[in-house]
């Protein structure tokens, strides 16, 4: 059985293959480096006034004190049992 070596041969350098993983990493970093600046560039516009056609529909705003709950007219206590889970307690 011979064994085969690549040891000394001609043209098995790896050199080449080096060059481009380390071309196609620049130009990755580059890249992604020229993307990001892009992107910024539109968040430093200042900020548009609210649209003329919204108006609000309905609110509630829940400030009572601590511990009082929310207001029975508008809401509905359904605590129900074990979080979704039968077996739960």
């Not at 059985?1 to 001609?10: A, D, H, I, L, R």
């Not at 580059?30 to 560039?41: D, E, K, P, R």
């Amino acid at each position: 059985m011979q064994m085969f070596s690549y040891e000394g041969q001609v043209g098995t350098s790896h050199r080449p293959y080096k060059r481009l993983f380390l071309w196609i990493g620049t130009l990755l970093i580059i890249g992604t480096l020229l993307s990001a600046a892009l992107s910024v560039g539109p968040l430093r516009g200042t900020a548009s006034a609210k649209a003329g056609g919204w108006r609000l529909i309905w609110s509630d705003e829940f400030n009572g004190a601590a511990g009082t709950g929310v207001k029975t007219a508008n809401w509905i206590y359904d605590t129900g049992t074990g979080y979704g889970c039968s077996g739960c307690p």
